[in-house]
């Protein structure tokens, strides 16, 4: 017996021991020899190694089921393939049994596998795959354990995200098992396949694609008429970013459904699900989106968005700045009649609260789609001047320091893709050759507003300055 084999056999009797203590340093001490790159196990050691760190796994101690995982990850590159497929059915069979501790360990060794899984060994991947897809599409249509579900959802994102190229036999398969999850009743397990589908978006071949997109869309016009349509809005956003070129055959149809959906409907979550997926079109898509007309039409949308706050009346939104007459800044107590309507106003407030209020959420996605759309087409400069800028500027008060943040990251891209403009202009003074009209426009327009960019920034700064008073 060769000194490495005769020190594995010490370890593994090692971790038979009755002392919990005994058991986690020897499974430590596998640990740190399984790392070492010259370490080399013969077949009867690789049997007896796996075979004990799946026994650890049911463990009593935590600590020790925990050490026993993480030896799952260096293990997995020691030994053979059969080795390897052990491992892999052990791990599915404890993750759709009935212990719940057992499950849930073993749900991380099979991540901890597919992670450690050398992409140079592409047969030994695929025979992986192979063994993994069909128990996952089995335990994601479980509908009575939502537990199982979102393990295998969780898993098998992993594993399209670092394979999918080479499980395009499955892909059929797969697509049929993870677009019923869409219509689940539970939000975790539609957010799990969504993301899912994002992958295997990435990596399918055509017609499969067309195939999801095309039920993707219909689902999403059903949607839109029965009023549950987020999640299908998130997914087709999350399709196009996978495969922006690809999704833009359908760009069309879904921008003209979105844009009517939220001129009809006044739920605020699909406003900001119908933002955010309009950002990942102009980031992915951004010529097709100029081309077919719609970005004009999702700045409009975004400039009446970002002001949308149906709870907060803001008397002096399109007023200029007087410090003076600023109603936040009032801290006067005020007489009897003022404390009888202060009362009034406290029993008001506690018939709506601002947790109830998600409007902000609406105006922070349409200040990034804004964002989108100024890093994506620069183009675009002179129109985001003269229709977006001065709306920009108004939202440096806004009341929510996230969406605020947001402004002002927006605004700060704007001045970014103005630079190059401001450049061209100086240099255009002394080289004699005119500057283009539209370039001249963007800086003449942006001279013109730096008074409200200013009177915008000292506002800030007072009301910042009284309430840290």
């Not at 005994?22 to 196990?41: G, H, P, V, Y």
């Not at 050490?67 to 599915?92: M, N, S, Y």
């Amino acid at each position: 017996m060769s000194t490495v084999s005769f020190h594995i056999a010490n370890l593994l009797e090692k971790m038979t021991s009755s002392d919990k203590d005994f058991r986690f340093m020897a499974t430590n001490d596998l640990m740190s020899e399984l790392q070492k790159d010259s370490i080399k196990l013969d077949d009867d050691s690789e049997r007896k190694v796996v075979r004990m760190l799946l026994k650890l796994l049911e463990d009593k101690n935590g600590e020790v089921q925990n050490l026993a995982v993480k030896c799952l990850g260096p293990l997995v590159a020691k030994v053979k393939e059969p080795q390897v497929e052990t491992i892999v059915d052990t791990l599915c069979t404890n993750m759709t049994g009935d212990k719940e501790q057992l499950r849930d360990i073993s749900s991380i060794g099979l991540k901890t596998v597919i992670t450690e899984l050398p992409l140079t060994s592409q047969q030994l991947a695929a025979v992986i795959c192979k063994k993994i897809i069909g128990k996952l599409t089995v335990a994601i249509g479980k509908q009575e354990d939502v537990t199982v579900q979102l393990e295998a959802l969780d898993i098998l994102g992993d594993l399209l995200l670092r394979f999918g190229p080479i499980l395009q036999q499955y892909h059929a398969l797969l697509l049929d098992a993870l677009l019923p999850q869409l219509n689940s009743c539970r939000q975790a397990v539609r957010k799990r396949t969504v993301v899912a589908l994002g992958y295997l978006a990435a990596s399918c071949g055509s017609a499969h694609y067309q195939k999801m997109v095309i039920i993707l869309v219909e689902e999403l016009r059903k949607g839109l008429e029965a009023g549950h349509a987020n999640t299908y809005i998130q997914c087709c956003a999350t399709v196009c970013r996978s495969h922006g070129q690809r999704f833009a055959e359908y760009l069309d149809l879904v921008v003209k459904m979105l844009l009517n959906a939220c001129s009809i409907h006044e739920d605020d979550e699909l406003k900001e699900n119908t933002l955010q997926a309009f950002e990942v079109f102009v980031s992915r898509c951004p010529q097709e989106m100029g081309t077919l007309g719609h970005l004009e039409k999702v700045l409009t949308l975004c400039v009446k968005l970002i002001t949308h706050d149906p709870n907060y009346n803001d008397d002096d939104q399109n007023s200029t700045f007087n410090p003076v007459n600023e109603e936040s800044m009032d801290t006067t107590t005020g007489d009897e009649d003022d404390d009888l309507q202060n009362d009034d106003d406290e029993q008001e407030e506690d018939e709506y609260s601002d947790d109830d209020d998600m409007s902000w959420k609406v105006r922070r996605a349409a200040a990034k789609c804004i964002e989108a759309v100024i890093l994506s087409r620069p183009d675009y400069l002179l129109y985001i001047y003269q229709s977006v800028s001065l709306v920009l500027i108004l939202r440096f008060r806004e009341r929510e320091e996230n969406v605020r943040c947001d402004v002002f990251s927006a605004y700060r891209a704007l001045l970014k893709v103005t630079k190059p403009a401001v450049t061209a202009l100086n240099e255009s003074k002394l080289t004699g050759l005119s500057p283009s009209p539209d370039t001249a426009a963007a800086v003449l327009a942006l001279e013109s507003q730096i008074p409200q960019l200013v009177s915008s920034g000292i506002r800030i700064f007072l009301i910042s300055l009284i309430r840290n008073f």
